[in-house]
């Protein structure tokens, strides 16, 4: 009687879950994204030149698209709940070291060094993030689901902005620029302890109703990719299958896609408040909570980004034009921000640039890890997101720098305005013209979920 009652009850472990995810990733965005809140000060205290700040804001993104292979394929052997867990504590704690540069550096030599090493070592560690989080998508989402879900994953980063960027003015203005460091980093040593109470994978969750299995199984969730069993069954990853990840045209279109996105994300992060305080005149605390807005819309955006695409298949849109239209529309509505160059009213610059990010997160939220969860072969998911988030985040360092370089040579914000938004133009092109259809990689045999889709086909809906 008490197991049929069981079988018959329904769970929502999955939505948990995914809210667990979505902390991690919003104090990830925030440890990395700090920097530039406190970035003013720290600049006038030692010293620190347009083009220095902009070595330091990409120190981050150095490391980070080095981790990256490493970190997928620390993930794909060691699993994701030790490796996430390990990480987020590593890097919680090169966040708090952060805020002990005033203490041991001796010069404006001493402090650019550390600044750097400290900004560097933390997107070292934090390479396996994204990747995780697009395993446990797999993990634990039917394929209906995982635009949703990864376009809430996708949307820590204006989260992330819209509660710590206003918190982090505050705490500069009030206390001094180490205090926003103090604060994420003990903020991520708490959420490594919700993580390593409720994660596990599906099977072995002890909150998962034999009814939420089912409907993770049978709509194509991997829910074994990260099982002891599976990760020693998997075949070694083969010359072969790097070579598809390589050169496959559909993912070289992704893989530049998420670096135009990755491209706004950073000046975003990185360059737009010290744009506010430095072009448009703003104290750090107003422009602390002017980033709100843009943060929201993009935030907005991301999470309807997700569901239109997921709405479209089940209207009966081919998966390939379901992903790709939100993120073509997106991404052009983005390249408004380029209009901020001509004018005057801070009001209208944020009006402004919260289109251009509401845009920017439809095509984030449909259009990139969405794909990458649609498309990563099974026996290398953790190593195809680390190519797709290593190629992208390329631009967490090229763009900070491009940035200062060009504010250093022409004294123009509005230069470097136009420069990130023809990124969003090249993105639409891109999937518009050249992507083709969006299918998985290196798979031969039906799988459940290629199953679930044929299910699907047979009550009206198309799938590539």
Request: proline letters at 4%.
């Given at each position: ?331 052009l509505m983005a390249a408004s921000l380029i209009i901020a160059t001509g004018l005057n009213s801070n009001f209208w610059i944020i009006t402004v640039l919260s289109f251009a990010f509401y845009g920017k997160g439809v095509a984030a939220g449909a259009g990139t890890w969405a794909i990458i969860a649609d498309t990563a072969p099974k026996e ?6 680390a190519f797709f988030n290593g190629f992208g985040n390329i631009a967490g360092f090229t763009s900070p720098i491009l940035f200062g370089v060009i504010v250093a040579l022409t004294g123009s914000y509005g230069i470097g305005l136009i420069f990130v ?44």
């Open positions: 009687m008490l197991t049929n009652q069981l079988a018959r009850k329904n769970s929502y472990v999955r939505i948990w879950i995914l809210m667990l995810i979505l902390l991690l990733s919003a104090v990830a965005y925030a440890d990395r994204s700090i920097l530039s809140m406190s970035g003013s000060a720290m600049k006038d205290e030692f010293g620190l030149s347009a083009i220095q700040l902009g070595f330091v804001l990409s120190a981050f993104s150095w490391a980070y698209v080095i981790g990256q292979i490493p970190g997928g394929l620390f993930l794909d052997r060691f699993g994701t709940k030790k490796v996430y867990g390990i990480t987020l504590g590593l890097w919680s704690l090169a966040t708090l070291a952060m805020g002990f540069i005033g203490e041991f550096a001796s010069g404006l030599s001493g402090a650019l060094m550390l600044m750097f090493g400290l900004r560097f070592a933390l997107g070292l560690i934090e390479a396996p993030s994204f990747p995780a989080n697009a395993r446990v998508t797999i993990m634990w989402f039917p394929s209906a689901e995982r635009g949703r879900a990864s376009s809430l994953f996708s949307s820590a980063q204006y989260f992330a902005v819209a509660i710590f960027s206003p918190l982090s003015g505050w705490l500069v203005s009030r206390y001094g620029w180490e205090w926003p460091f103090f604060v994420l980093g003990a903020i991520g040593l708490i959420a490594l302890l919700f993580w390593l109470g409720y994660m596990n994978e599906p099977r072995k969750h002890p909150g998962v109703s034999a009814r939420e299995l089912r409907h993770i199984v049978d709509g194509g969730g991997l829910v074994e990719i990260d099982s002891l069993q599976e990760r020693k069954a998997k075949p070694r990853v083969s010359r072969q299958l790097v070579k598809k990840l390589l050169t496959n045209r559909m993912l070289w279109c992704a893989y530049i896609g998420q670096y135009c996105v990755i491209a706004l994300s950073y000046f975003f992060i990185t360059w737009f408040p010290i744009y506010l305080v430095q072009a448009r005149g703003m104290n750090i605390l107003d422009a602390g909570f002017a980033t709100v807005a843009p943060a929201l819309f993009g935030f907005l955006g991301s999470i309807s980004g997700g569901f239109i695409s997921d709405r479209l298949i089940q209207r009966g849109w081919s998966l390939s034009w379901a992903r790709k239209t939100p993120y073509i529309v997106g991404m290398a998911v953790g190593l195809a997101g938004g023809a990124h969003c133009v090249v993105a639409a092109l891109l999937f518009l013209f050249v992507m083709g259809p969006i299918e998985r990689v290196g798979e031969e045999q039906p799988s459940a979920e290629s199953a679930y889709q044929q299910q699907g086909n047979q009550h009206g809906i198309k799938t590539v």
